[in-house]
T-cell receptor, first 111, second 116 residues
Framework: AQSVTQLGSHVSVSEGALVLLRCNYS??????LFWYVQYPNQGLQLLLK??????LVKGINGFEAEFKKSETSFHLTKPSAHMSDAAEYFC?????????FGAGTRLTVKP | DTGVSQNPRHKITKRGQNVTFRCDPI?????LYWYRQTLGQGPEFLTY????????KSRLLSDRFSAERPKGSFSTLEIQRTEQGDSAMYLC??????????????FGPGTRLLVL
């Protein structure tokens, strides 16, 4: 079985500051990991995915995430936050015909 | 538009009424999922289909909920005798396998249900 824990339901950063959204997973099989973004009043969009190739994964809009097996983590980062990054971010783990989502982290970007 | 579509986008109903939602997946995707999302929470898995077969149903899903995918294409989700606690966003996703036993999902815009 898989599960995901997103640390921090709300994260607030200043425009231009580093964004770090934390995700830890539990999986009984080698995991595939995803980050999704949900902008206000819109559906979920895939931001990036880890599929056992490179451990550092680059996604859209300047986001990237690093898979760290020893820490069972898949944290999402962006060097410089933009106002348009304000959204809800969901981490998800997939494998063994199952896919589970975290509870989400709401990112607020202050001018 | 070749993405996942859902209808209706919004539904307001009175407690006790039945409602039905429709999802049209991406045409080449053989898996279709239903999720429910309430405010401030991540998506909650409800059920999924591989082609027309319903392979898994969440144990959290009451018997008032039923889903079908009769021809392996579009799917319907019906809620009978709606309750106020059913108010949520109902999301549909179709998926493409990207590795052995692993897939990535493409979500529809959702149907927002409000039960008065």
């Amino acid at each position: 079985a898989q599960s995901v824990t997103q640390l921090g339901s709300h994260v607030s950063v200043s425009e231009g500051a580093l964004v770090l959204l934390r995700c830890n997973y539990s999986s009984s099989v080698p995991p595939y990991l995803f980050w999704y973004v949900q902008y206000p009043n819109q559906g979920l969009q895939l931001l990036l995915k880890y599929t056992s190739a490179a451990t550092l994964v680059k996604g859209i809009n300047g986001f990237e995430a690093e898979f760290k097996k020893s820490e069972t983590s898949f944290h999402l980062t962006k060097p410089s936050a933009h106002m348009s990054d304000a959204a809800e971010y969901f981490c998800a783990v997939s494998g063994d015909n199952d896919m589970r989502f975290g509870a989400g982290t709401r990112l607020t970007v202050k001018p | 538009d070749t993405g996942v579509s859902q209808n209706p986008r919004h539904k307001i109903t009175k407690r006790g009424q039945n409602v039905t939602f429709r999802c049209d997946p991406i045409s080449e995707h053989n898996r279709l999922y239903w999720y429910r999302q309430t405010l401030g929470q991540g998506p909650e898995f409800l059920t999924y289909f591989q082609n027309e077969a319903q392979l898994e149903k969440s144990r959290l899903l009451s018997d008032r909920f039923s889903a079908e995918r009769p021809k392996g294409s579009f799917s319907t989700l019906e809620i009978q005798r709606t309750e106020q606690g059913d108010s949520a966003m109902y999301l549909c996703a179709s998926s493409l396998e990207i590795g052995a036993g692993v897939e990535t999902q493409y979500f529809g815009p959702g149907t927002r249900l409000l039960v008065l």
